[in-house]
């Protein structure tokens, strides 16, 4: 079966102690492994037989170990490494997900993703939630404290013609994301950030000013290959990128940029199904000066995310109140505000289609409904292709769960549409989704139903 195979040994006492530990069954466990494969696109069938031959001996193949590593860490609620039951790997072992060194880990991971081999590995690897946990005051202060130190003078100077560069080239690549999907141009965003950013970034600035606005702009464009990573459902490299974000907006000193990560993070959590660690990391990216410092429309964005996890974790009311406050600041903002470049997207049409899926989390389709619409009626379609593909499937599941099928089907025709040329993972999704909802009415030989299941089957086939 792949993933129970290899070389045998003595029995593995280490698995079997924390196995024991966590309480759980051979069952119960092979499901946690294969829903965590699963999240990493992987396919495994581990089972309870599996999990009995690991514990013999048998050693699985090392993104099978993460999974379970990962598992188990879910399990106990701490971080469980690889070290730790018994299994051992070839390539460097649990790197902690905050770490103090921002440019070794940036280096590091454009390495990894820019090799083959080494990528293969990166995109098979557990989705972690111990990732979740926002650093305490301590790390960010000592992060605070890096951005004092001086560069070397004998390095290449860096300027506010070099920051302004790499700003448009994230704006540019950013358009492309919205309009293609996370598919398009990423490999170009990691090499772009990882060679030409990461000099200036180990370069000589003409002032402490440059340097930090530069940390923050290749803050911007990790967070970019995070996010197209995440649209391409590669969850551990999303995760990865995002953490690295995270620490190159501490060293910047930039509060709200920390805070726009982490609003990622904690929509990619609530996408996973992992509510109570995207409520927590959606808190941490509106405490304190990651809200306050925020323009109007990035504090809509993050508390909209944030009104999302409370209704992923069941808080109906909390969940509602924190839209009518997310709805008040977007209408605070005004033309004129001096807003990031990274909020280009969020208008109207996004905090609809974010208020939209609160809505339908917590019950209320009707309301849900009419969010939808408001998202589709508002957006520029042309320009945020990806995202009003995504919105018209939306909006077609709601309406196929109040048994209005012909209108879904009308409204998943004009999603298909939209999708033609996107490369994203959530377009697929919506695209598979819809492909579940029409099962049960395929075979009543109705054409339309039948015209919009071989379209959908269609698009997945061209996007595998």
């Known amino acids: 079966m792949g993933d129970s195979g290899g070389r045998q040994r003595t029995r593995n006492t280490l698995l079997q102690d924390v196995i024991k530990a966590a309480g759980v069954t051979y069952e119960t466990l092979a499901r946690s492994v294969r829903s965590i494969a699963g999240e990493a696109g992987d396919g495994v069938r581990t089972n309870r037989s599996a999990i009995a031959h690991w514990v013999a001996g048998a050693t699985p193949s090392e993104p099978t170990a993460r999974y379970l590593a990962e598992a188990l860490s879910r399990r106990l609620r701490r971080p469980v490494t690889l070290s730790e039951i018994g299994l051992a790997v070839t390539s460097s072992e649990d790197a902690p997900a905050w770490r103090l060194d921002t440019l070794a880990a940036l280096n590091e991971l454009g390495r990894d993703d820019l090799d083959i081999g080494r990528r293969r590995a990166l995109t098979a690897a557990a989705y972690s939630v111990a990732a979740l946990t926002v650093p305490g005051p301590a790390w960010w202060t000592q992060k605070a404290e890096r951005s004092t130190v001086s560069?070397?003078?004998?390095?290449?100077?860096?300027?506010?013609?070099?920051?302004?560069?790499?700003?448009?080239?994230?704006?540019?690549?950013?358009r492309v994301d919205q309009r293609h999907g996370g598919g398009h141009a990423r490999t170009a965003v990691v090499q772009y950030l990882t060679t030409d950013v990461a000099a200036y970034l180990n370069g000589h600035f003409t002032d402490g000013s440059v340097r930090r606005e530069m940390f923050s702009a290749a803050g911007e464009l990790a967070y970019l290959s995070g996010w197209m990573a995440f649209d391409s459902a590669e969850h551990s490299l999303a995760q990865r990128y995002f953490t690295t974000a995270v620490s190159l907006a501490a060293e910047a000193g930039d509060a709200p940029m920390a805070g726009h990560v982490l609003r990622a993070m904690a929509h990619?959590?609530?996408?996973?199904?992992?509510?109570?660690?995207?409520?927590?990391?959606?808190?941490?990216?509106?405490?304190?000066?990651?809200?306050?410092?925020?323009?109007?429309?990035?504090?809509?964005?993050?508390?909209?995310?944030?009104?999302?996890?409370?209704?992923?974790?069941?808080?109906?009311?909390?969940?509602?109140?924190?839209?009518?406050?997310?709805?008040?600041?977007?209408?605070?903002?005004?033309?004129?505000?001096e807003d990031p470049a990274r909020v280009f997207f969020f208008s109207e049409a996004s905090l609809a289609h974010e208020t939209a899926c609160t809505l339908r989390d917590i019950g209320d389709l009707n309301g849900a409904q009419q969010q939808f619409r408001r998202s589709v009626r508002t957006r520029a379609a042309s320009?945020?292709?990806?995202?009003?593909a995504v919105t018209l499937g939306y909006l077609g599941a709601v309406q196929a769960r109040q048994g209005a099928m012909e209108e879904a089907c009308a409204t998943w025709s004009r999603a298909l549409d939209s999708m033609d040329g996107i490369r994203s993972a959530r377009a697929r999704r919506t695209a598979l989704d819809m492909?579940?909802?029409?099962?049960?009415?395929?075979?009543?030989?109705?054409?339309?139903?039948?015209?919009?299941?071989?379209?959908a089957a269609a698009y997945l086939a061209e996007t595998a």
């Open 151 to 174: 560069s070397m003078a004998n390095r290449p100077k860096v300027g506010r013609r070099d920051l302004v560069a790499v700003r448009d080239m994230a704006a540019m690549f950013s």
């Open 435 to 455: 492909r579940r909802a029409l099962s049960p009415v395929r075979g009543r030989g109705i054409p339309t139903v039948a015209e919009l299941d071989h379209r």
């Open 383 to 388: 320009s945020f292709t990806r995202t009003h």
């Open 268 to 337: 990619q959590a609530v996408d996973l199904g992992h509510p109570g660690h995207a409520l927590n990391v959606a808190a941490a990216s509106m405490d304190g000066a990651r809200y306050v410092l925020a323009t109007p429309r990035e504090r809509a964005l993050l508390g909209v995310v944030h009104a999302r996890a409370l209704a992923a974790a069941g808080q109906k009311k909390a969940a509602v109140a924190a839209l009518l406050r997310a709805e008040d600041d977007l209408s605070s903002a005004r033309p004129g505000d």
